[in-house]
C-alpha cells in the first residue's frame, strides 16, 4: 500500500444514499474514502479522523454496488440495441432477394472484389500466426534497410519465419511500389477534385454576397410593348407511373398563363392496360373542364423518354409554339412557373434554355432521403447556379426547365443514344453558341426515392450515361468553334473531373487500395487523406443544407459506399457493356406536398379547373391491394463482400496500431454491411 499512501488525500464527491424501502433508493452524498480509510490506526480514539466522521464498510459497498447497477443498465442498453438490430437483420435476410443484375452468372466486377475478399482473409490469418510468433512491425520497421536486417536468412531459425521473412521481400520488392504508386496517383486525383469543389464553393459565396440572380431584361407585361405570352408547349413525358399521374397533371392544368396559348401533351409510354386507361380518363376529366390538354401514346415504344420526347416535337401543331417546357411525371410546378421562367427569354435570342430547382415533398421520409438531399442541394445550389452566372453552361436536369424549341432544332433535337438525353440535348446546344439560366429561387416539387434499390438504378443511369455521351461527343466538341477554355471545361471539368475522375478515385483509393496498405504496410496512406480532407469535403457538401449537419457523418460513409454502383456504371458505359443502356423507371410513391394537400382543402370546387373528386371506393380497394403486397429488400452481393473486405483489414489494422486507419475501416464496413443488406430506405414491393 505504499504507492497508494504517499499520495496525497483527494476528496472525493459526497454522496447519501438514502433507502426508502429496498427497492425504492436515491444517491445524494457520500464521501468517497480516503488514505486514512486503508490505514490501520492504533487505538479505538485514532479509528476517527479529527474533525471529520466515521466511514465504514457498507458506505464503499453502497457506492460499488450502484455503480455496479449503472454498469448493468448500461450493458442491458446495449445489449437491448444489439438484439433489436439482429432481429431487424434476421427479418430482412428472411425476406430478402439475392440481387440478379446478371441472372446468366456474376459479373465480372463481383468475381474481382470476392477474389479481393478470400485473399484479404488468407492473408489475415498469416498476419495473425507472424504477430503471435513475434513478428512485430512498428514505423520504424516498415523501412528499408531495416526490413531487409529483420529477414536476413542467417538470422531466421523456423520454417514458419522463413516463409514469412521471404513473404515481407516480396512485399518490400514488388508489391508495394505499384501500390504506393496507384495511391499517389488516387491522392494527387482526389486533390485535384477537392480543389474543383473548394472553388465551386467560393463561387456560390461571392454569388451569395454580391447577391448575385438572373433578371428578365423586360417585365412580363410591359406598358410599352405590352405583355409577353407566347406560345408554350408543356410535356409530361411518363411510363407506368401510375402513383404520380394525378398531381402532376392537376399541377400542370393549373398553370397561369393564357388558354389559347397553353397546349398540354401527356406522353404516356405506359404498356399497362390499366395504367393507359386511368391516364385517359384524367386527360378526359380535364379537358371536359376547359384544359388545352391532349393525350398521346406510342405503339413503337423506342428509345425511352428521348424517343417519346422526340415523337411528341415531331407533331405537325408543334410549329406554332416558341418554346416548350418539361415535367416528368412526379413534378408538380407551383402555378406561377411559367410567369417567373419564360419572360427571361424576351429580347435575348441567345437563350436557349431556363432551368429551375427542384426541391422535394419527401426529404424526411428516411435516412437515404435525407442524404440524397445533401447531395442535390448542393448540385442545385453550387453546381448549377455558379455554371450558370459565370459560364451560362450546365448539365440540363431533364426536367422543370423551360427550352427555345428553336434551339432544340438546331443542336439536332432529341437523340435516343445515350440514357441521358436530357445532358446530350445541354451540350449539343452548348456547342452551337446557345446560353443556359439556372433561376435557383424558381422550385418546382418532386419526390426522391424512397428505396435502396430505386436509388442504386437511378445512380446506376445518371453515371453510365455522362460516359457514353462523352466517347460519342469527343469529336464534335474538339472540331466545334467555341473557345479554347470553354472546350477545356467540358472535356475536363464537365466530363472528366466530375463524371469519371470522382467515381474512380472514391472506389479506387477508399474501397481497394486503402484496405491493401494495412496488408502491404510498407505502402501507406495518410492520416490526412483518410479523415481530414473527406471530412472537410463533407462539410462544404453539407453547407447547403445546414439542417443535415447531424448526418454529416453518415453521408460521408454512405458516399463512399455509393462508389461501389457509380464505378461500375461508370465503367459499364465507357466501356459500353451490357448494363450501360439498362433503362428503368424510378419508383414513385405518390406523395404530395403539404400544401397541395390544404389547396385541395381550401379551394371550393367551383375554382378547381377540371378537378376530379375521390372515388372513395377505388381509394379503398388500392387501400387494400397495397396491404395486402408483401414487401422484400434485396441482398446485394457486391457490398457484402466489400463489407468483409473492409471489416477483415480493419481487423488487421489492430495490429499495425494504426488508429484513424482502423475507425474509418470499421465504420466504413459497418456501412458497407447494412447497405448490403437493405437496410437503408424503405423496402420494395
Known amino acids: 500500500m505504499h504507492w497508494w499512501a504517499k499520495e496525497k488525500h483527494r476528496g472525493g464527491t459526497p454522496v447519501v444514499v438514502k433507502m426508502d424501502n429496498p427497492n425504492n433508493w436515491s444517491m445524494v452524498e457520500l464521501e468517497s474514502p480516503s488514505d486514512e480509510d486503508f490505514l490501520y490506526h492504533g487505538g479505538a480514539a485514532a479509528a476517527v479522523p479529527k474533525g471529520g466522521r466515521n466511514k465504514n464498510a457498507k458506505q464503499l459497498t453502497w457506492v460499488l454496488l450502484l455503480k455496479a447497477h449503472k454498469a448493468a443498465g448500461c450493458l442491458a442498453s446495449i445489449a437491448s440495441a444489439f438484439l433489436s438490430l439482429a432481429s431487424a437483420v434476421r427479418r430482412r435476410l428472411a425476406s430478402g432477394r439475392t440481387d440478379t443484375e446478371n441472372p446468366g452468372g456474376r459479373s465480372r466486377f463481383y468475381a474481382c472484389i470476392k477474389a479481393c475478399l478470400w485473399l484479404s482473409l488468407l492473408m489475415l490469418g498469416f498476419e495473425i500466426a507472424a504477430y503471435f510468433k513475434g513478428w512485430h512491425f512498428g514505423a520504424a520497421d516498415l523501412q528499408l534497410k531495416r526490413l531487409y536486417t529483420l529477414t536476413n536468412p542467417f538470422t531466421v531459425k523456423d520454417v514458419f519465419g522463413s516463409l514469412y521473412s521471404k513473404w515481407v521481400l516480396i512485399r518490400v520488392e514488388y508489391l508495394a511500389p505499384p501500390l504506393q504508386f496507384l495511391a499517389n496517383v488516387c491522392i494527387v486525383l482526389f486533390i485535384i477534385q477537392s480543389l474543383d469543389r473548394l472553388i465551386l464553393c467560393l463561387g456560390c459565396l461571392w454569388v451569395k454576397l454580391r447577391k448575385i440572380k438572373p433578371l428578365p431584361k423586360h417585365a412580363l407585361i410591359d406598358l410599352e410593348s405590352g405583355p409577353y405570352f407566347p406560345m408554350v408547349l408543356v410535356q409530361i413525358p411518363m411510363c407506368n407511373e401510375k402513383e404520380v399521374y394525378q398531381q402532376s397533371i392537376a399541377a400542370v392544368c393549373n398553370l397561369d398563363w393564357p388558354s389559347g396559348k397553353l397546349l398540354i401533351q401527356v406522353l404516356d409510354d405506359s404498356d399497362d392496360p390499366l395504367t393507359q386507361s386511368l391516364i385517359k380518363d384524367e386527360v378526359r376529366k380535364w379537358q371536359n373542364n376547359g384544359a388545352n390538354i391532349i393525350y398521346r401514346h406510342r405503339v413503337i415504344r423506342d428509345g425511352y423518354k428521348a424517343g417519346n420526347l422526340k415523337s411528341a416535337m415531331n407533331c405537325g401543331y408543334v410549329k406554332d409554339y416558341e418554346f416548350v417546357t418539361i415535367f416528368d411525371a412526379d413534378f408538380q410546378p407551383n402555378s406561377d412557373f411559367l410567369m417567373r421562367t419564360v419572360p427571361h427569354f424576351k429580347d435575348n435570342e441567345e437563350l436557349g434554355l431556363v432551368q429551375a430547382r427542384w426541391s422535394f415533398v419527401n426529404k424526411d421520409e428516411n435516412l437515404l432521403t435525407r442524404l440524397q438531399l445533401i447531395n442535390l442541394a448542393f448540385h442545385f445550389e453550387v453546381e448549377q447556379q455558379v455554371n450558370g452566372i459565370f459560364l451560362n453552361f450546365f448539365g440540363f436536369n ?182 450501360a443502356y439498362e433503362w428503368v423507371v424510378t419508383k414513385k410513391s405518390g406523395r404530395s406536398s403539404e400544401g397541395d394537400l390544404i389547396n385541395l382543402v381550401e379551394k371550393e370546387p367551383t375554382k378547381q379547373r377540371g378537378s376530379s373528386e375521390p372515388n372513395l371506393e377505388e381509394i379503398k380497394e388500392k387501400e387494400r391491394r397495397a396491404f395486402r403486397k408483401r414487401k422484400h429488400n434485396r441482398i446485394y452481393t457486391k457490398e457484402l463482400a466489400l463489407a468483409c473486405l473492409l471489416l477483415t483489414a480493419s481487423a488487421r489494422s489492430l495490429l499495425l496500431a494504426q488508429g484513424i486507419h482502423f475507425y474509418f475501416l470499421l465504420f466504413q464496413g459497418v456501412s458497407f454491411l447494412l447497405v448490403g443488406l437493405d437496410l437503408i430506405g424503405e423496402q420494395v414491393e
Open 398 to 579: 431533364g426536367t422543370a426547365g423551360v427550352w427555345r424549341i428553336k434551339a432544340l432544332e438546331e443542336s439536332g433535337g432529341w437523340l435516343e443514344r445515350t440514357t441521358v438525353e436530357d445532358m446530350d440535348i445541354a451540350v449539343r446546344a452548348h456547342l452551337h453558341g446557345w446560353k443556359f439560366i439556372f433561376l435557383n429561387d424558381v422550385e418546382c416539387q418532386c419526390e426522391l426515392p424512397e428505396s435502396y434499390e430505386a436509388y442504386r438504378k437511378q445512380q446506376h443511369r445518371w453515371h453510365s450515361g455522362p460516359m457514353q455521351l462523352f466517347r460519342l461527343c469527343l469529336p464534335a466538341i474538339i472540331r466545334s468553334k467555341i473557345s479554347i477554355w470553354k472546350k477545356g471545361n467540358i472535356i475536363f471539368l464537365f466530363f472528366l473531373l466530375r463524371k469519371l475522375i470522382l467515381p474512380f478515385y472514391s472506389f479506387t483509393l477508399f474501397c481497394i487500395i486503402l484496405p491493401m496498405t494495412m496488408f502491404i504496410p510498407e505502402a501507406t496512406l495518410p492520416a490526412w487523406v483518410v479523415c481530414y480532407i473527406p471530412a472537410t469535403m463533407s462539410f462544404l457538401n453539407i453547407l447547403p443544407a445546414p439542417k443535415s449537419f447531424p448526418f454529416i457523418v453518415p453521408y460521408l460513409l454512405f458516399e463512399n459506399t455509393m462508389s461501389v454502383t457509380k464505378f461500375n456504371a461508370m465503367v459499364s458505359g465507357l466501356f459500353q457493356l451490357g448494363s
